[in-house]
């Protein structure tokens, strides 16, 4: 599978309010061609987006995610007056603005098979069969074990920190068409090696361009970025 070379991270990076619409709408306009966004569940078992399992550092909500009802969480301000997305808001977005979507399953601690459950039917049934579909991935094996066998057909990345060892096991395992890990922690070897079995390689959170530079020098194959207006004109190219 070929992903664009610039990911757009948590929506529209530092530009926007983290994981809302407005970002997704920025990265479009900006020229990305992919948006990176995590996905958790609500009290009510519905996929929003929101990146940790508590509500204070992105919204004027207070507790925890999994503990709050969709009617709540709509109310809440995520920031210059964006609310908290739904999956399915955050998928029509994408598919009107032709953007590739990444769809992060980020499960609360304990939740991953009914996250998991919960975003790959919704994903399946969101996107149908539109020919840019959902990259879906997790931190989280479980997740993605959960995914491959709820919606084999839609393409699924497994995200590591540090690259282990065991790598082409775990992708295998998964049927996954792409790695993702942090670019803090990453070799050239491990590039090469990941290259060797014909996978792409996406690195987050590269937001310096001489660290861009140098990961694409060594041949890694897509960046998720916070810095929106560094990489632009190249995202966009
Ligand atoms: O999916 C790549 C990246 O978003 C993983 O880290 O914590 O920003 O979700 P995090
Ligand atoms: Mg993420």
């Given at each position: 599978?070929?992903?664009?070379?610039?990911?757009?991270?948590?929506?529209?990076?530092?530009?926007?309010?983290?994981?809302?619409?407005?970002?997704?709408?920025?990265?479009?306009?900006?020229?990305?061609?992919?948006?990176?966004?995590?996905v958790m569940l609500s009290a009510d078992d519905s996929p929003f987006l929101i990146h940790d399992e508590t509500l204070e550092r992105t919204t004027n909500g207070r507790?925890?995610?999994?503990?709050?009802?969709?009617?709540?969480?709509?109310?809440?301000?995520?920031?210059?007056?964006?609310?908290?997305?739904?999956?399915?808001?955050?998928?029509l977005l994408c598919r009107r603005l032709g953007l590739r979507a990444n769809v992060e399953v980020k499960p609360a601690r304990?939740?991953?098979?009914?996250?998991?459950?919960?975003?790959?039917?919704?994903?399946?049934?969101?996107?149908?069969d539109d020919p840019l579909p959902p990259l879906l991935s997790s931190f989280s094996l479980e997740a993605l074990e959960i995914c491959r066998d709820l919606a084999p057909e839609l393409p699924r990345g497994v995200l590591f920190e540090t690259l282990p060892d065991d790598w082409p096991d775990v992708v295998r395992h998964l049927g996954a068409v792409s790695v993702h890990c942090d670019a803090t922690r990453l070799s050239a070897e491990q590039v090469a090696a990941v290259r060797r079995q014909g996978l792409p390689l996406?690195?987050?959170?590269?937001?310096?361009?001489?660290q861009a530079e140098r990961l694409l020098a060594w041949g890694v194959s897509s960046l998720f970025t916070d810095r929106l207006d560094l990489f632009a004109a190249d995202a966009a190219a």
């Open positions: 599978m070929r992903l664009p070379r610039w990911i757009a991270h948590r929506g529209g990076g530092a530009l926007a309010p983290e994981n809302t619409l407005a970002g997704i709408r920025l990265a479009a306009r900006m020229g990305f061609r992919a948006v990176e966004f995590d507790g925890e995610v999994c503990r709050t009802t969709d009617r709540e969480l709509a109310a809440l301000d995520a920031g210059a007056g964006e609310r908290v997305p739904s999956l399915r808001e955050a998928a304990g939740l991953a098979r009914q996250t998991a459950e919960v975003v790959a039917r919704q994903a399946q049934t969101l996107w149908g996406c690195c987050y959170t590269v937001n310096a361009i001489a």
